[in-house]
T-cell receptor, first 111, second 115 residues
Framework: QKEVEQNSGPLSVPEGAIASLNCTYS??????FFWYRQYSGKSPELIMS????GDKEDGRFTAQLNKASQYVSLLIRDSQPSDSATYLC???????????FGTGTRLLVSP | GAGVSQSPSNKVTEKGKDVELRCDPISGHTALYWYRQRLGQGLEFLIY????????KSGLPSDRFSAERTGESVSTLTIQRTQQEDSAVYLC?????????????FGEGSRLTVL
């Protein structure tokens, strides 16, 4: 089992819709979770971090964490074509100073 | 510079040659990471440096791979006797502080192609 799993997609949504991106992780001791966005040919950039169970909202983005189910999600409201990118889920490994990344979900937002 | 700087941006080499990739982190960032990203794949952790502490080398795929960092400055990733499966984008990232609670800042990467 991979440490961090994501559906590779592509996830296609129309402009203005809600995009829902999901991630599961295997290390029950993990406490820190991150969503990075990576445009084609570019390096990843952080868009959200979450550490506690529940929801965390930042503009059009909402991160959701359920530690009991070992599940993290990212919701993007009012999706825009500029949101088209690969979204990488990253988990800080308990006891180590490194992030383990999933393979990413490719999101396509059509005008 | 303001961001993480990596060089070269592109490197084409022949199988069996050695290559060196360089990373200049954000000034003041004590932590430095190397990741590898193969085409269409996620990021694969290679090595982590924190200040003058012993590096976490747990992600290095073979003894052909090594990395150095002097203090809190530039790091060099060396791949000896390159193989075709080493072809990937090598990403360097830095972060502030000793505890990873925040953001990793990535460079633009070094794209390595082994013929």
């Amino acid at each position: 089992q991979k440490e961090v799993e994501q559906n590779s997609g592509p996830l296609s949504v129309p402009e203005g819709a809600i995009a829902s991106l999901n991630c599961t992780y295997s290390d029950r001791g993990s406490q820190s979770f991150f969503w990075y966005r990576q445009y084609s040919g570019k390096s990843p950039e952080l868009i959200m971090s979450i550490y506690s169970n529940g929801d965390k909202e930042d503009g059009r983005f909402t991160a959701q964490l359920n530690k009991a189910s070992q599940y993290v999600s990212l919701l993007i409201r009012d999706s825009q074509p500029s949101d088209s990118a690969t979204y990488l889920c990253a988990v800080k490994v308990a006891g180590f100073q490194k992030l383990v990344f999933g393979t990413g979900t490719r999101l396509l937002v059509s005008p | 510079g303001a961001g993480v700087s990596q060089s070269p941006s592109n490197k084409v080499t022949e199988k069996g040659k050695d290559v060196e990739l360089r990373c200049d982190p954000i000034s003041g960032h004590t932590a430095l990471y190397w990741y590898r990203q193969r085409l269409g794949q996620g990021l694969e952790f290679l090595i982590y440096f924190q200040g003058n502490s012993a590096p976490d080398k747990s992600g290095l795929p073979s003894d052909r791979f090594s990395a150095e960092r002097t203090g809190e400055s530039v790091s060099t990733l060396t791949i000896q006797r390159t193989q075709q499966e080493d072809s990937a984008v090598y990403l360097c990232a830095s972060s502030a502080g000793q505890s990873l609670t925040g953001e990793l800042f990535f460079g633009e990467g070094s794209r390595l192609t082994v013929l």
